[in-house]
């Protein structure tokens, strides 16, 4: 089946730890896109990539990080020092056409 | 700054209401308009989008949108909703050829069977 793969789905993580979000992708679309959904306030910007070992930071990327060592594969890190990292967050890549391809997202609890 | 203003935060209807909900936006050059949706426990998914030509723009599942320049609007519309269109309903901007995708904040939508 085709399209973005998000995981885990449901992610809960200790004050001070580090945790790292999957993305990947089969689509071979260049361009991928990390956004952060909280209740109220649609979804916000962290990071995005256009090509392979490029990224560039968005509206929110304090306390987040992202590699993109190969074009399926768009992972975010986040890290101990985003103050409040409780929130869903969804992967995409950008089609052909200009079009969005959401994963299914990942929802982070931090206890 | 660039924005996208959807003032409908929550909207309930009754099957076979009629929907419209707003979207406005501030961006002075040319611009790309997106609807999404997020169906309960599904990924958000395009309903339609608009880039150039006539400024009615059909969508999936009876879904249609008109751009509207002069008043930086692209309102969503449905003449009669179904149980299964509740959701919650995106808009976004896009400045073609730039990776900057601006997010409306979101109108759920509940219809009531």
């Known amino acids: 089946d085709g399209g973005i793969t998000q995981s885990p789905k449901y992610l809960f993580r200790k004050e001070g730890q580090n945790v790292t979000l999957s993305c990947e992708q089969n689509?071979?679309?260049?361009?991928m896109y990390w956004y952060r959904q909280d209740p109220g306030q649609g979804l916000r910007l962290i990071y995005y990539?256009?090509?392979?070992?490029?990224?560039q930071k968005g509206d929110i990327a304090e306390g987040y990080s992202v590699s993109r060592e190969k074009k399926e594969s768009f992972p975010l890190t986040v890290t101990s020092a985003q103050k409040n990292p409780t929130a869903f967050y969804l992967c995409a890549a950008e089609g052909f056409t200009g079009e969005l391809f959401f994963g299914e997202g990942s929802r982070l609890t931090v206890l | 700054a660039q924005s996208v203003s959807q003032h409908n935060h929550h909207v309930i209807l009754s099957e076979a209401a009629s929907l419209e909900l707003g979207c406005n936006y501030s961006y002075g050059g040319t611009v790309n308009l997106f609807w999404y949706v997020q169906y309960p426990g599904q990924h958000l998914q395009l309903l339609l989008k608009y880039f150039s030509g006539d400024p009615l723009v059909k969508g999936i599942k009876g879904f249609e949108a008109e751009f509207i320049k002069s008043k930086f609007s692209f309102n969503l519309r449905k003449p009669s909703v179904q149980w299964s269109d509740t959701a919650e309903y995106f808009c976004a901007v896009n400045a073609p050829g730039t990776y900057k995708y601006i997010f409306g904040t979101g109108t759920r939508l509940k219809v009531l069977a």
């Open positions: 990539s256009q090509i392979v070992n490029d990224f």
């Open positions: 689509l071979n679309h260049d361009a």
